[in-house]
């Protein structure tokens, strides 16, 4: 068995794209998705599949999810071994002590050619980020809340993310190593 995570987009945000957690369990356990389980309600859930993860699989969570709840979910899978990559490389080990502070956005795909100059120009004084392997990491030590470059990350990657706060990203890894 492998153990992958879906990070779903926009789900149960503002009273919008409501998805009960248990119906969203239900929906990946229906897609033949094993030993599902779910974190908080903003769309974590981690699975096991005997093999790989076909390339089809978040278009046909999202299709499902479209077809029984009447809305679209941008979905992105990794596996537990991408998750782990992606936090042993974050660049700002510091942050992780606040970790409301420090954020991943995960990427739909590579991005072919960063503007970083654009950037650098959206993010405060007090930001840093970095771009990596179909991840963006962001430190906003005064909070993502009014960050222009956190509201505008996807815009200026020109690709499909979801982000998770670090104390996310450490939960589903601890997730995806229980069994």
Not at 44 to 66: D, H, Q
Not at 92 to 101: G, L, R, W, Y
Not at 104 to 118: G, N, Q, Y
Not at 154 to 164: F, I, Q, S
């Amino acid at each position: 068995m492998s153990t992958f995570v879906a990070l779903l987009r926009g789900i149960n945000v503002g009273g919008k794209n409501v998805l009960p957690i248990r119906e969203l369990a239900s929906d990946l356990r229906a897609l033949g998705l094993e030993n599902v389980r779910t974190y908080i309600q903003s769309g974590n859930a981690v699975f096991e599949v005997t093999g790989s993860v076909s390339k089809t699989l978040p278009a046909k969570i999202s299709a499902r999810i479209e077809e029984r709840h009447g809305f679209r979910s941008q979905v992105l899978i990794r596996s537990s071994a991408e998750l782990q990559t992606a936090v042993d490389a974050n660049p700002f080990p510091e942050a992780e002590s606040n970790p409301k502070t420090l954020h991943v956005f995960f990427l739909a795909s590579e991005v072919p050619s960063p503007d970083v100059a654009l950037l650098d120009a959206a993010k405060s004084p007090s930001e840093r980020f970095v771009l990596g392997d179909r991840v963006f990491y962001l430190h906003a030590p005064n909070g993502v809340a009014r960050s222009k470059l956190a509201a505008n990350t996807e815009k200026y990657l020109g690709v499909p993310v979801t982000a998770r706060n670090w104390r996310i990203v450490q939960k589903l890894l601890e997730m995806t190593r229980a069994t």
